[in-house]
């Protein structure tokens, strides 16, 4: 049996919106939670962030809420510069974007999803870890995230 992530654990699942503080504050009201923290992604500088490949200095703001053990759902405002968040609000509108997983080995992994069809969009770090984006569209319907964590 193919497992290239070698975890089938979900760690969040992310939706690209237009108003992240509607929003928020709706899924809040939804799920009884209190609104949670809007933050931003970091800078190019600090996020190394690449998309298809060139130097990506689009930014967008963050929103997370706990759903479950261990699962969250990211809502995500892009900026209007180019990203697989931009693009994909662009191209079909608010709604789920990704599902996310905690793995290890994020140059690892990449190959093996490449090798299967699910090439790299957009790779970016934060201050103790490292995301990945993969466009397997074509066989799962939507983007698959990696996220590692250093600590």
């Known amino acids: 049996m193919l497992q290239p992530l070698e975890t089938g654990k979900v760690a969040q699942i992310g939706i690209i919106v237009k108003d992240i503080e509607k929003t928020a504050r709706d899924y809040a009201d939804f799920l009884g939670l ?3 923290e809007i933050s931003e992604t970091d800078a190019i500088e600090k996020s190394h962030a690449t998309y298809r490949g060139k130097p990506c200095e689009a930014r967008a703001k ?6 479950g ?3 969250d759902i ?3 405002q892009p900026d209007e510069k180019p990203s697989t968040w931009r693009e994909f609000l662009d191209e079909k509108g608010e709604g789920v974007h990704h599902i996310a997983f905690w793995i290890k080995d994020t140059k690892g992994k990449a190959k093996k999803l490449e ?5 790299m969009v957009q790779y970016g770090e934060w201050g103790t870890g490292r995301y990945g984006y993969f466009d397997a569209t074509e066989t799962l319907k939507l983007v698959i995230e ?3 964590s250093d600590s």
């Open 34 to 36: 209190p609104m949670p």
């Open 62 to 67: 963050l929103a997370f809420m706990k759903v």
């Open 69 to 71: 053990e261990g699962i």
């Open 74 to 76: 990211e809502l995500i």
């Open 115 to 119: 090798m299967m069809g699910m090439p």
């Open 146 to 148: 990696t996220l590692e």
